[in-house]
């Protein structure tokens, strides 16, 4: 009795892993399908109005960005007075008072 339980106990565990097994793969092949539907129906929502699909607009703008930062974006932005120090050069400041209580405007 004992190895007819033993027997079943692995057809069971076998039919049990074959039936998760066979779940993960529907899963995967539905996750695939809805995948390859979502971008066919961008693609032709594109087409149909067109625009670029939003995606490449994304990635396309954090790609510029990261290239924008990898190239020192501080070093010659807007803010930066034409005659700029070089990088690491210190530069000197007027210092001006600050009062202690300042007034506001009437108004």
């Not at 067109?50 to 010659?76: D, H, I, K, M, T």
């Not at 990088?87 to 007034?103: I, K, M």
Request: no cysteine; glycine share 10%.
């Amino acid at each position: 009795m004992n190895a007819f339980a033993d027997l079943l106990g692995r057809v069971a565990g076998l039919v049990l892993r074959l039936a998760l097994g066979l779940a993960a793969a529907l899963f995967l092949v539905s996750l695939l399908l809805a995948s390859v539907l979502a971008v066919a129906g961008m693609s032709l929502w594109a087409l149909v109005t067109g625009r670029r699909p939003a995606p490449l607009v994304v990635f396309g703008r954090l790609r510029e960005r990261s290239r924008q930062y990898s190239q020192g974006v501080w070093r010659n932005g807007p803010a930066s007075p034409q005659g700029a120090a070089a990088r690491g050069e210190v530069v000197d400041v007027e210092a001006r008072e600050v009062d202690e209580d300042p007034r506001r405007p009437q108004g």
